[in-house]
T-cell receptor, first 113, second 118 residues
C-alpha cells in the first residue's frame, strides 16, 4: 500500500514568486495536514483539510493557503514568497477522525533565494 | 497552553547501549494523545506509537519501550541495545481531543538527535 506521497521533492523559487506543493494521502484517508519544518523553529502546524473543507489553521499569514480535491489529494500554495519560507513542508494524512494517527510523507524542500 | 518539551537536544551513544529520550508535556485537556515519531535523514516522519491519556500502561515493542506517567506529565522513550540504524531525530508530540480550536493539530517538541556509533 502506497504511503503519503509529496511532489516535488525539491523546489527552488525566488522572493515574491508563488510555490505550489502537492500531496496524495494514503488510500482511504480523508484528512490531510500540512506542517512546516524550518530551521530553528521546529515542526509547526499549518493547515488541516477534511472532506474538501479547511478545518483548522495554524498561526501563519493568509499567503499560505491550500485546498483539498474530491479525491482527497491536497495542494499547499505559498504566495509572495519570503526568504524565511525556506523549509521542509511535510504533509500527513489520517482517517477522518482527527485523533487518528497522522502518517507523513517525505516532504518538499522549498528553498527561496 | 499546549506544550511539549524535549530537553535533550542531542544524545550520542555507542552501539548496544540503552538510551532514554525524555518528553514532558503540558495540556489542560483531560483527553489527549501522545505520540513518538522518528525522522531519519530522508526527512519522512515515521510513526512509532500513540498513547491516549486514559491508558498509562507502559508498552514494549521489540527494543522500544515507552513509559507514560500522568503524575509527572512525561512520556519517555527507551531504546534497548541501540543500533546504528536507530540514528535519527526523534519527536514527541501531543494532540488534544476535546478542544475545537486545537483539533487536528499535533504539537511537537523540538526533537532529540540520537547518534549511535558503531
Amino acid at each position: 500500500e502506497a504511503g503519503v506521497t509529496q511532489s516535488p521533492t525539491h523546489l527552488i523559487k525566488t522572493r515574491g514568486q508563488q510555490a505550489t506543493l502537492r500531496c496524495s494521502p494514503i488510500s482511504g484517508h480523508t484528512s490531510v495536514y500540512w506542517y512546516q519544518q524550518a530551521l530553528g523553529l521546529g515542526l509547526q502546524f499549518l493547515l488541516w483539510y477534511d472532506e474538501g473543507e479547511e478545518r483548522n489553521r495554524g498561526n501563519f499569514p493568509p499567503r499560505f493557503s491550500g485546498r483539498q480535491f474530491p479525491n482527497y489529494s491536497s495542494e499547499l500554495n505559498v504566495n509572495a514568497l519570503e526568504l524565511e519560507d525556506s523549509a521542509l513542508y511535510l504533509c500527513a494524512s489520517s482517517l477522518r477522525v482527527a485523533k487518528n494517527i497522522q502518517y507523513f510523507g517525505a516532504g518538499t524542500r522549498l528553498s527561496v533565494l | 497552553a499546549q506544550k511539549v518539551t524535549q530537553a535533550q537536544t542531542e544524545i550520542s551513544v555507542v552501539e548496544k547501549e540503552d538510551v532514554t529520550l525524555d518528553c514532558v508535556y503540558e495540556t489542560r485537556d483531560t483527553t489527549y494523545y501522545l505520540f513518538w515519531y522518528k525522522q531519519p535523514p530522508s526527512g519522512e516522519l515515521v510513526f512509532l506509537i500513540r498513547r491516549n491519556s486514559f491508558d498509562e500502561q507502559n508498552e514494549i515493542s521489540g527494543r522500544y519501550s515507552w513509559n507514560f506517567q500522568k503524575s509527572t506529565s512525561s512520556f519517555n522513550f527507551t531504546i534497548t541495545a541501540s543500533q546504528v540504524v536507530d540514528s535519527a531525530v526523534y519527536f514527541c508530540a501531543l494532540s488534544e481531543a476535546s478542544r475545537g480550536s486545537t483539533l487536528g493539530r499535533l504539537y511537537f517538541g523540538r526533537g532529540t538527535q540520537l547518534t549511535v556509533w558503531p
